[in-house]
T-cell receptor, first 111, second 112 residues
Framework: DAGVTQSPTHLIKTRGQQVTLRCSPK?????VSWYQQALGQGPQFIFQ???????QRGNFPDRFSGHQFPNYSSELNVNALLLGDSALYLC??????????FGSGTRLTVV | GENVEQHPSTLSVQEGDSAVIKCTYS??????FPWYKQELGKRPQLIID?????GEKKDQRIAVTLNKTAKHFSLHITETQPEDSAVYFC???????????FGTGTRLTIIP
């Protein structure tokens, strides 16, 4: 049984560009959340999707947007990249009211 | 919103000894408290969790205690082994509302 899979694993982008990160949740999980983890910090909640709708949002600007597809997979889009957006982006999936399982993340470097 | 504080930030323990990591939370509505272990370059992995209707939960060498009145919870690792070396994160959320608020992490080093 595949766990949470994320792609790509690493990405280098130039300041001002746009990026799309992808996540396939664990089988049986219908809720997907995205987190940003800066080096040496704990993960910070970006937003959560359930039933193809954004259900909750953390303290992140509108440059961060997302989508969930009917098969529960999800995308995270970041526009107008800043150097400070460099981080590990983690996707976590869960069934409702259960603990989250994290993917291995996408390491985004903005230069 | 919820705020989670975690102490200590670093902890070195002799192999075989016990390690304790403590967290406090601010939102009394939080009722789900997971602990994650993150090895260098890897994903956070859920190692144990506790819900607010339980005061203590144990899984082999790992235990978590929760004090709802004081709004703090702790991770206890007994008989530590070198493979326990990692960064540990506590988190808090409201069950059914899976947004996790994480602590700042504890880097645990087991000294052989």
């Amino acid at each position: 049984d595949a766990g949470v899979t994320q792609s790509p694993t690493h990405l280098i982008k130039t300041r001002g560009q746009q990026v799309t990160l992808r996540c396939s949740p664990k089988s049986g999980h219908d809720t997907v959340s995205w987190y940003q983890q800066a080096l040496g910090q704990g993960p910070q909640f970006i937003f959560q999707y359930y039933e193809e709708e954004e259900r909750q949002r953390g303290n992140f600007p509108d440059r961060f947007s997302g989508h969930q597809f009917p098969n529960y997979s999800s995308e995270l889009n970041v526009n107008a990249l800043l150097l400070g957006d460099s981080a590990l982006y983690l996707c976590a999936s869960s069934p409702r009211r259960k603990g989250a399982t994290f993917g291995s993340g996408t390491r985004l470097t903005v230069v | 919103g919820e705020n989670v504080e975690q102490h200590p930030s670093t902890l070195s323990v002799q192999e075989g000894d016990s390690a304790v990591i403590k967290c406090t939370y601010s939102d009394s509505a939080s009722n789900y408290f997971p602990w994650y272990k993150q090895e260098l370059g890897k994903r956070p992995q859920l190692i144990i969790d506790i819900r607010s209707n339980v005061g203590e939960k144990k899984d082999q060498r790992i235990a978590v205690t929760l004090n709802k009145t004081a709004k703090h919870f702790s991770l206890h690792i007994t008989e530590t082994q070198p493979e326990d070396s990692a960064v540990y994160f506590c988190a808090a959320s409201m069950e059914g509302n899976e947004k996790l608020t994480f602590g700042t992490g504890t880097r645990l080093t087991i000294i052989p």
